[in-house]
């Protein structure tokens, strides 16, 4: 049975919002966004017509990893608020149709959970096995550590009960191992409680690695897959439409195993790596080629799994899917300096100081995003084009404070600057030229683009449920490509360089009385009699054209 033959299938057509409570906003003026603050601020999302909020951890942490290192999977950190006010977020953005769905960290621990502080404590601890210990690291298996700057191995000797522990991240996050009956109980007990408080499901952090059995004897879950099937059986008895959505950066075959067998019974949508770093590609190159065969060489997918796709995310760009070449060609192009680099593989910047700030490729970019076939998920502050902060040259620099005003700390916190949890962008892309304020009172502003696109995404179901065509025309600069789903079809057109270009295509099996209606503009085109066409697009120029008929009742 299909899991759209009994539940609603939101998430083909959802548009995510990923933000991070502690830089959203901070509503007490204690310096660090709360959750009272987001509470207040989900009128803004509504506004901008996300229907999913992703919120990154909120749980108790050290903060040695952003909030990626847990202390207690079932609580709030009390510098963003309480159970209450999670709960009131939640219900206040159900209550404006837009679901939540929460960071699952499960791979590992922090070293303070008091689990890794009893299973280090002794041998004979009730929580050792609920880590990976072995005596001496496996020779077959090198295992190389996430975190090359800071980590040279993934293992870590315990003095004290002399084995070494596994970490796949930072030696301070020791894995969980789910080979572990009572880890996988635990895990789900976890996930049960989440999603009694109104949740639609989980981000699912580090999914290959959660799976990964090394230094276990394998006899105890031949099947890592099994796991995770179980983890999507559990979530659908307890909700029905709940989501799996995982962080599973591994080649497109690889990836597809991640979404379980014939109807798709494990994750029910994958970030698409892939063809995020080919669109940098790309776009280094000013020739769509890249793109095209990343999407075209997507594996074929469950009918209701779904690919996500984003420009940027709180983490690296990571570009560690391409060439040593490619990955050279999109540093020079878009982070030459080493503090724009990290662990030899990504770039710690924004999009927009990548392109220069030219407004007219930003937007390009963004349609491109919108458009493509899959779900789309914005990092906050995207939408008005935050740019980074460079100084310590780490994935800090993208995670700054939202830039709501140009007031003081950018309206995100009325405490002493040195409070925040990072500074506030500076330059370019400070306050003063980037935030909400202004640009909601602006009608050419990126924001009300970007809201643009989402409400065209939001009314066009063949962008989320559809079968993507490529569509020839003879510049390589240009990406044209077709979305179908049903009796809906929308063409997007994409130029990547400068120079406006005209673009001749043919549109050989669509119905001689079909008009080509701009979506993004005012204007209409029409097919020749054969379905030849022709189509302006200036330098970084970007358009929707949908296939209507005469008597189409389609909004246009
Ligand atoms: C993936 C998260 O996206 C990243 O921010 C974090 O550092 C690692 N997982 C470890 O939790």
Redesign the pocket.
Known sequence: MRISDTADVWWKTAVIYCLDVETFIDWSGDGTGDLAGLAQRIDYLEELGVTCIWLMPFYPTPDR??G?DITDFYGVDQRLGTHGDLVEAIRTARDRGIRVIVDL?V??TSDQHPWFVSARSSKNSPHRDWYTWVDEPPKDVHLAPVFPDAEDSAWEYDKKTKQYYLHR?YKY?PDLNVTNPLVRDEIAKVMGFWLSLGISGFRV??VPFLLETVGEPSITLPDPHEYLRSLRAFLGRRTGDGILLG?VNLPHDQQRLFFGQDDGDELTMQFDFIAMQNLYLSMARRDAGPLAAALTARPPIPPDAQWATFVRN??ELTLDKLTDDEREEVFAAFGPDPKMQVYGRGLVRRLPPMLDGDPRRIRMAYSLLFSLPGTPVLFYGEEIGMGENLVDGT?SAVRTPMQWTSGANGGFSTADPDDLPAPVVTGGFSPDHVNVADQRNDPDSLLNFIRLLIARYRACPELGWGRLELIDQPHAQVLVHRMIWDDASLIALHNLAPDAVTVPFTLPDTDPECELTDLLQTGTTTPGKHGETEVELDGYGYRWLRITRPGDRRLR
Do not use: L
């Open positions: 990893d952003d990626y960290v791979n590992h991240f996050q952090d580090a962080e709180h983490d994935r």
